[in-house]
């Protein structure tokens, strides 16, 4: 009876964590989209209340009709704003509204980091914006970060590069490590690969992965 049960034991665990292991990902991803959903329609809910007063009638009063609308508001509102500052006098009004914020002090320091951790993500791939690996927390166990900037010592002259080491499965708590560049090891991943591993906790990863650095070659 035993082995029976046990045997019953394994094989139910085996199948929930099938399930999971399926399920997990789409779940996640529900998540995400309910999440972005829920704020896009909350932004957008005055909009709609606002037309709703205009073209009184019971029709507006339906709660997913409320919600498509808004939705549906704010994805415009941000396509216009979007458009507006790719244009010559967008982009000249939109400075001067950067500009008006930087000189709020608090608002300030937030806007500015923001949008510069933004800038750096959504940039694509140069010389100074990579995946690497660092020595973290303890020399000869790696790191995946992301090299940000490099930068140079004031007193040395040496090259330094700063490192942000995001956390596994929450991302957006992270460590800022500035370290001599010599000691940061540029990979082979794209920034999606990175954030796959991340997010992941490194079950979707690319089959291999520079982990050694490259050494230069030597002169004949």
Same mark, same amino acid.
């Given at each position: 009876m035993r082995p029976v049960l046990a045997h019953l034991l394994r094989d139910?665990?085996?199948? #929930?964590? @099938?399930?999971?292991?399926?399920?997990?990902?789409l779940f996640i991803?529900?998540?995400?989209?309910? $999440? #972005?959903?829920?704020?896009? @329609?909350?932004?957008?809910?005055?909009? #709609?209340?606002?037309?709703? @007063?205009? $073209?009184p009638g019971n029709w507006i009063e339906q709660p997913w009709l409320q919600s498509v609308l808004a939705v549906l508001a704010t994805l415009v509102v941000l396509y216009v704003v979007g458009r507006v500052t790719s244009l010559v006098v967008g982009r000249e009004a939109f400075n001067l509204f950067e500009a008006a914020l930087e000189?709020?002090? $608090? #608002?300030?320091?937030?806007y500015t980091s923001v949008r510069q951790l933004l800038d750096t993500m959504m940039a694509k791939k140069e010389a100074s914006q990579r995946v690497v690996l660092v020595d973290f927390p303890i020399e000869g166990h790696k790191s995946l970060g992301f090299l940000t900037r490099t930068l140079t010592d004031s007193s040395t002259g040496q090259q330094l590069a700063?490192?942000?080491l995001p956390n596994a499965i929450n991302p957006t708590s992270a460590f800022l490590q500035v370290l001599p560049l010599d000691r940061v090891t540029?990979?082979?991943?794209? %920034?999606?690969?990175? %954030?796959?591993m991340l997010l992941t906790g490194g079950a979707v990863s690319p089959e291999s992965i520079r982990f050694s650095p490259v050494e230069a070659s030597q002169p004949q």
């Open positions: 139910a665990q085996r199948n #929930v964590f @099938a399930g999971i292991i399926t399920i997990g990902p991803t529900w998540l995400v989209f309910s $999440f #972005v959903l829920s704020n896009l @329609a909350k932004a957008g809910l005055p909009a #709609v209340q606002l037309l709703g @007063a205009v $073209f000189r709020l002090p $608090f #608002v300030a320091k937030v700063a490192v942000l540029e990979t082979d991943l794209t %920034m999606e690969q990175a %954030m796959s």
